[in-house]
């Protein structure tokens, strides 16, 4: 299942992913991100990962992979929020071939984590 986040900085789109997530699902957070580009011109981005990774479909992998590739110069900060170790360990190998910085944290350091993506220090409502 795909949430997406609200009450985070206004230069940022957030998502929490439980469950099992499918390529349908994924496909929502596509109009979330064209809005902020709309709006920003760049892309901040979070994602709380709560599911292991053999819960994520190969369709997600290629919908993630597109929606790097579709706005490339765009991206800013990409914040993925896991306690998930194998999750945190494929994105730390992969971080070189996404746009823009990529960081990892703990779901306990949600704030932490979306200060760092936003460029703020404004506290999450």
Known sequence: ????LH????NMVGV?????VTKKEYD???PEVEKL???????NYLAVIKTPLSHLTIGVWW??????LKHYSKWERV??????EN???????????????????KVSEFEKAVQWASGTKATVA
């Open 1 to 4: 299942m795909i949430q997406i």
């Open 7 to 10: 009450n985070l900085p206004d």
């Open 16 to 20: 929490e992913l439980s469950g099992e």
């Open 28 to 30: 929502t957070i596509f």
């Open 37 to 43: 580009v709309k709006k920003k011109n760049k892309i």
């Open 63 to 68: 919908d993630d992979f597109k929606l790097a």
């Open 79 to 84: 914040a993925i929020v896991t306690d998930e």
């Open 87 to 105: 999750i945190s360990t494929v994105a730390n190998t992969f971080d070189f071939a996404y746009p823009g910085d990529m960081k990892t944290f």
